[in-house]
């Protein structure tokens, strides 16, 4: 068994006995998952329960000018059918607007399109039926007229003067304008050797998570309370937004998240079928499920990364860079995705270009337009990895150009590992980075030097290989000034119980959700280490708003950082707890007392004193034998939040080892490294894992992914077998190497360790494709996904 | 669609069930949705992402590409009984221990068509793992960490160290 184990973590406070702190523990849900028995939302069925399909619009804009349903309703087993303006009654619509994003607007959102069809995919109407294939078949049969309009699909002439305008409420087809203009650029280009000047192109993809997306909505008119079983991220966030738009209490809902089958930021928004499914069940007083098919998934998950971004560097013969300057453009679709926007990829993209680096001068502009395509909003790693390809792509074309090698023109530029704290030219706070440990770390494990040797050496016979770094940052643990200071209800601290069942084992309920990356290990991990028991005495409970303390969930790298934190607060609480009982049972000072393998001991000695059974077995059926006044107090909440930085940072640096195809274009990645600092490792296994599936994510931009539409507004490629993802047999493996540097906000010192592998990858390939293809003069890659058509062209063969 | 119903009978995980099916009815929506075996995945319908593989009559199938109406007299084996038997309690074992599943969607899947390479014998290369493996579709793992459970599944059946 190959488990990788190559850094021992920080212990400080951490170093209990029995601790799990930085041990790859295997992850307690994971058997019935292997034997099939994990509880996803599709596979959820309750009495009574009614299916849902919508009637989605052919068209990418068009007047919806009548709806018969007549036909529709007599269909089989049909109980109703269900239009936009009649769910309008039901549930307020929404706008997906922020604050703190100057500027940003958008324009009000149905569940389902009242009037007028914006995209191609968005709902028009609905049909219940008592089967998924009775609603389909009586889909067919609801006759809707359309009067097309012009649509939007190109971001740029969105604003011209002759393009329609969408929403005609709000002006013009501009969602949200950012411009930043920081030292002197202008000075920096007539100083400079080189100012070299690229526009990169980024695909428009999407998450293609295996399950789609799914939800069972169960009103009961009896309780006057909605149930919602739904594969979310963000439970909490969801429960305020059903009661918001149906006018409820939040007690009045529940949320339910149980297995979900990927989610990678596509499931921690707000989807208008989603949210018909909830209205629509409290229409019909009735469970009614709806799961996405995959052509809906294509046609209605958030997509995102549709950028188009001019950029410029400016560099000096001796490797110093002195100005980075972006334009980037993005169509986010015809809605500002709610409640978290899509405003903020593009608003990301301007904040961390240039990120790693000292360099003092950058400019930005970020435009965000309405486009008559499917919504964009935020996916794994957002905004990194566009901004990580366009600061990297720039930096390997300034070392080309000066002819100084790529890595050290980065030893040249990157923020010393001394000098923090600090802060990027945007403005962005850096409490502790490890930029060139890390690059000194991935030269060492690569063999960078063997490799260019052997690169050289291959290519006097004519195979050409391509070496690509990106160093990168990733923002992780965000705290509310990521969205609470806008005005959304999405909560930046989390918390944490910690309660002593009466046999003496504990169980931990967290706001945090488990979407498959390990958040229920961290939390039984961390829980067991600061209150001390074995870990299979621990039981986690989340993804339940009745029965987990208020939490944001799994989004920006935040659980293991910050829910993991509650649970660790929570855990020292409770056994401070435990121990004022034992102190009071054994006639013995509490602070003198430890609670190590489940047993009470004399922290000095380590002599049982007091098993956690026996304990329980008092406390909880005895109290009466218990000194006079001593009431035990078996359960513990904390909350956190990160309140020391808004953010915490990670950095890292990735390289591709890569052969390209002259005659047919190919590309076959080789291998692969990341060396990632997201300080403390709870558990070294999973934060590989994670490392190791981001970057296949981000092979999957570079290479593959691309959601493909005409000049119509149609998506062409809706579908598996055209719409290309990472397949096994094309993947490298992938060798993960850690620099430790633990934020000091938190007792844990955990940042997030998500995203990172998606942050770095596409720039890494990139750069690698370019260089193997650099000796034969071909013509820069920078309009991603690579296929082989565009590497053909790029050789001047197509 | 009762004038479309067809009476079909088969062995699902050694148990004998006799159900009327639609015609048009796919055999992983008659086992999840007819006998509610619901460790069977339904991904992408459309026979690309192999969440829905199973065994019929011995070998791995699409259960979205099969109807089931096909499989009349069929020996069919999911992922549930394939558990129960035991048959790949090992792989399970491996996939826990080498974390080679996050969401765990595509598992089922992907052990039916693991144990569907092992059961030939010999310890396969990991590129024919991995050239085995590549109509199963996993988002989360970057399927590395697969390779290593499989391959090490393959060396210890083989009485190799693993």
Redesign the interface.
């Given at each position: 068994?190959?488990?990788v184990e190559d850094s021992s973590p920080v212990l400080t406070a951490l170093d209990r006995p029995n601790s799990y702190i930085g041990r790859a523990v295997?992850?307690p849900n994971?058997?019935r998952?292997?034997?099939?028995?994990?509880?996803?939302v599709?596979?959820v069925?309750l009495p009574r329960m009614a299916h849902v399909a919508y009637v989605r619009s052919p068209h990418a804009h068009a007047r919806i000018v009548k709806i018969d349903k007549a036909a529709a309703e007599k269909a089989?087993g049909v109980i109703a059918v269900v239009t936009g303006a009649e769910l309008a009654k039901v549930m307020t619509p929404w706008v997906g607007v922020l604050t703190h994003l100057k500027g940003l607007k958008s324009a009000p959102q149905a569940p389902i399109a009242v009037e007028r069809a914006c995209w191609q995919g968005e709902a028009v109407c609905a049909v219940i039926a008592r089967?998924r294939?009775q609603a389909e078949d009586a889909c067919e049969l609801v006759s809707i007229d359309y009067k097309e309009l012009p649509a939007v699909t190109d971001p740029e002439t969105a604003l011209d003067a002759k393009t329609p305008v969408i929403h005609a409420a709000i002006n013009d087809n501009l969602c949200f304008e950012r411009k930043l203009d920081v030292g002197k650029v202008d000075d920096a280009y007539v100083s400079s050797d080189a100012v070299i000047e690229t526009t990169f192109r980024f695909g428009r993809h999407t998450?293609?998570?295996?399950?789609?997306r799914s939800i069972v909505a169960d009103w009961n008119e009896g309780e006057q309370r909605m149930t919602v079983y739904q594969g979310t991220q963000a439970p909490h966030m969801m429960q305020d937004l059903f009661a918001k738009h149906l006018n409820l209490r939040h007690d009045q809902v529940r949320v339910v998240t149980k297995?979900?089958?990927?989610?990678?930021g596509i499931k921690v928004h707000t989807y208008a079928d989603e949210m018909a499914t909830v209205a629509l069940s409290k229409l019909l007083k009735r469970p009614v499920k709806f799961v996405a098919?995959?052509i809906e998934s294509f046609v209605t998950d958030i997509h995102a990364r549709d950028h188009r971004v001019r950029a410029k560097i400016a560099v000096q013969k001796d490797g110093t860079i002195t100005a980075f300057e972006i334009d980037d453009l993005t169509g986010i679709g015809p809605y500002s995705v709610y409640p978290r926007t899509s405003g903020i990829e593009a608003n990301q993209v301007v904040n961390l270009v240039g990120g790693p680096y000292t360099c003092a001068n950058y400019r930005a502009q970020a435009r965000v337009v309405f486009t008559n395509k499917n919504v964009m909003c935020q996916y794994r790693a957002v905004g990194h990895p566009i901004a990580v390809a366009v600061t990297e792509g720039l930096v390997e074309l300034a070392a080309a150009k000066i002819g100084m090698d790529p890595l050290e023109l980065r030893r040249r530029n990157l923020i010393a590992d001394d000098a923090y704290p600090t802060q990027s030219a945007s403005g962005l706070k850096f409490e502790k980075l490890s930029h060139h440990e890390a690059l000194a770390h991935l030269d060492a494990m690569m063999n960078y030097a063997g490799l260019r040797a052997e690169q050289m050496k291959l290519r006097q016979q004519g195979v050409y290989r391509g070496i690509g770094f990106a160093s990168f940052i990733e923002v992780t643990n965000p705290s509310a000034a990521f969205y609470g200071v806008g005005g959304a209800h999405i909560t930046s601290q989390d918390g944490a119980t910690v309660k002593l069942d009466a046999q003496g084992n504990i169980s931990v309920h967290s706001g945090i959700t488990e979407?498959?990356?390990?958040a229920e290990a961290v939390l039984a991990q961390v829980a067991a280490s600061a209150f001390g028991v074995p870990i299979e005495r621990v039981r986690v409970v989340t993804g339940d708003t009745d029965n987990t303390p208020y939490g944001g969930g799994t989004w920006a790298s935040r659980a293991a950082g910050i829910g993991g934190e509650a649970a660790w607060q929570a855990g020292k609480a409770l056994r401070a707890n435990v121990l004022a009982v034992a102190g009071a049972m054994l006639q013995a000072k509490p602070d003198g007392l430890d609670i190590r393998n489940g047993i009470v001991v004399d922290a000095t000695t380590g002599n049982e004193r007091l098993p956690l059974e026996e304990l329980a077995r008092v406390a909880y059926f005895r109290p009466d034998t218990l000194p006079s006044g001593v009431q035990a107090e078996l359960m513990a909440t904390r909350h956190y939040v990160p309140r020391g930085w808004p953010f915490a940072f990670t950095n890292g640096i990735q390289a591709s080892y890569l052969e390209v195809d002259v005659d047919t274009g190919f590309v076959k990645l080789l291998k692969h490294w990341c060396v990632e600092d997201c300080g403390t490792i709870i558990n070294p296994?999973?934060v590989d894992?994670q490392i190791?599936?981001?970057?296949?994510?981000g092979i999957g931009a570079a290479l593959f992914e691309q959601c493909l539409y005409d000049e119509r507004g149609q998506m062409l490629n809706g579908?598996?077998?055209d719409y290309l993802?990472?397949?096994?047999?094309?993947?490298p493996?992938?060798e993960c190497g850690h620099v430790v540097s633990p934020t000091a906000d938190s007792e844990l010192g955990a940042k997030g360790a998500g995203e990172a592998?998606t942050a770095g990858a596409p720039a890494c390939v990139m750069n690698a494709i370019n260089d193997a293809l650099r000796p034969l003069g071909a013509k820069l890659l920078v309009d991603m996904p690579f296929t082989p058509g565009k590497i053909l062209a790029a050789l001047g063969k197509v | 669609m009762s004038d479309t119903g067809l009476d079909i009978a088969m062995t699902v995980n050694g148990e004998r069930v006799a159900e009327r099916v639609d015609a048009r009815t796919t055999l992983v929506d008659f086992l999840r949705d007819g006998l509610m075996l619901t460790g069977s995945h339904v991904g992408c319908e459309h026979g690309v992402c192999g969440a829905c593989t199973v065994r019929v009559n011995g070998e791995i199938v699409r259960g979205c590409l099969m109807l089931a109406a096909q499989c009349d007299g069929a020996k069919v084996e999911t992922i549930e009984g394939l558990s129960d038997a035991g048959e790949i309690a090992d792989l399970q074992a491996a996939f826990e221990q080498r974390n080679a599943l996050q969401c765990g969607f595509c598992t089922p899947g992907m052990i039916v068509a693991a144990q569907d390479l092992l059961k030939g014998g010999g310890v396969p290369s990991r590129d024919t793992i991995r050239e085995h493996l590549s109509g199963n579709y996993c988002r989360c793992t970057g399927y590395q960490a697969i390779v290593d459970a499989v391959e090490s599944v393959a060396k210890a059946r083989a009485g190799g160290k693993t």
């Open positions: 068994m190959k488990i295997p992850r994971l058997k998952l292997t034997q099939g028995r994990g509880q996803y599709s596979d069925n089989p089967t294939a998450g293609v998570t295996n399950e789609p297995d979900v089958g990927g989610s990678f098919d995959r979407q498959g990356q390990g296994q999973l894992e190791r599936g981001g970057i296949v994510q579908n598996m077998a993802v990472p397949m096994a047999a094309e993947m493996d992938i592998g | -």
